[in-house]
């Protein structure tokens, strides 16, 4: 198919306001095909694309006609029906996801991560009433951590730059430390993942504990820095939630369905959610059988139930696409491609360090990776987000799309993020690798590093 370039970048000016974006200046790239790894752009340049997306959602690739087919055959058999009475596709869906998630029991389907972080706060509230006497609705979020975009999850958000301007903000939220392993203040010790994780525990009883209903963390803190906690940590989170009472709700909208190298990222690390979010072009809030029986009650209290909707939460092609996303997965043994396949990322990626001294740190897990760079690697000064900019351009113009911590924080926006899709070859991988090297390189002579 061809296109009128000039057409198409005059009218995105003037119509359409980009995410995240300062308009001022601004020139729109436009990418018009996506085919497994590559995205090609509106100039006939194609890129590796090692973001999924942008923003790490395309797991299984582009161009899948398994999941074009899924959606076309159920929009043309019932597109909608809102969520108050079943369908097909929800209910398989639903029965496939939580096989993968053993210990959960109820899915609960939206369409936003924001969405799905949202219901698991109302539930969480609304237990406070329905059992506390209106106590425990206070929300622990961590440092560094996202959950949304809208006022409530605002209200949950670690991020400085992703809240400022935005409040006032919901109250009944209270932040505690990261777990950044590369920057504790803790220092290299054996039980350092319980040291992080007391730090909770301080939190809580300066709130005091009848204030507080639940914590919220991302498994592994995604645009906050690519952060995995040590050792002992979440099994001691774990601990801490139950001695005082607090649901643990794990946001899996980025290390969900497999990136991680295991279908949810908390799978990982020896802990059991209460409640888990995530979305495929769905969401989901995932319960235990506990929370959910909190909610069934006498029909004659018309208050004691889950009063919550999602207009989307009724679209059929959703939940379609989700279990088509899932079978692909486990017809292409893709939790396996990712663990190999992520260990030869990080392998090469930590093989650049000896070759440049602004890499202060390589850590992930899966094809989930971050690459920390820094002014010193003994001070571990952050470089600056300046810096952080040219690497993603000169990447870019190397045939390699990567991100970095974006409109994150005001010191630490210096992170570069990759997540590229499960289906990656050993050659995707090094070319990705080898992308990066070049730009490292570039961006060295560039600023005189």
Known sequence: MTYDKAELVALDKKYVWHHLTQHKNFEPAIYVKGEGMRITDIDGKTYLDAVSGGVWTVNVGYGRKEIVDAVAKQMMEM?????????????????????????????YLSNSGSEANEKAFKIVRQIGQLKHGGKKTGILYRARDYHGTTIGTLSACGQFERKVQYGPFAPGFYEFPDCDVYRSKFGDCADLGVKMAKQLEEVILTVGPDELGAVIVEPMTAGGGILVPPAGYYETIREICDKYELL??????????????????????????????????????????????????????????????????????????????????????????????????????????????????????????????????????????????????????????????????????????????????????????????????????????
């Open 248 to 449: 643990l709700i794990i946001d899996e909208v980025v290390c969900g369905l497999g990136r991680t190298g295991k279908w949810f990222g908390y799978q990982h690390f020896n802990v059991q959610p209460d409640i888990a979010s995530g979305y495929a072009p769905i969401s989901c809030t995932v319960t235990t059988e506990k929370v959910f029986q909190d909610f069934v009650n006498d029909p004659a209290d018309t208050d004691a139930y889950f009063r919550d909707i999602s207009t989307f939460g009724g679209c059929t092609s959703g939940p379609a696409a989700a279990l088509a996303n899932i079978e692909i997965i486990e017809r292409e043994n893709l939790l396996e491609n990712c663990t190999k396949m992520g260990d030869r990322l990080l392998e090469g990626l930590k093989g650049l360090m000896a070759k440049h001294p602004i890499i202060g740190d390589v850590r992930g897990k899966g094809l989930f990776a971050g690459i920390e760079i820094v002014k010193d690697r003994a001070t571990k000064e952050p470089i600056a987000e300046a810096v952080a900019n040219a690497m993603v351009g000169a990447a870019k113009q190397a045939g390699v799309l990567i991100g970095k911590t974006s409109r994150s924080f005001r010191e630490f926006n210096n992170t570069l993020t990759l997540c590229p899709a499960l289906i990656a070859t050993e050659a995707d991988i090094d070319e990705i690798v080898a992308g990066i090297d070049k730009a490292f390189t570039t961006v060295e002579q560039k600023f005189g590093l």
């Open 79 to 107: 597109c909608y029906f809102a969520n108050g009475i079943g369908n097909v596709p929800t209910i398989k869906f639903s029965e496939k996801l939580i096989s993968k998630m053993p210990g959960m029991s109820r899915v």
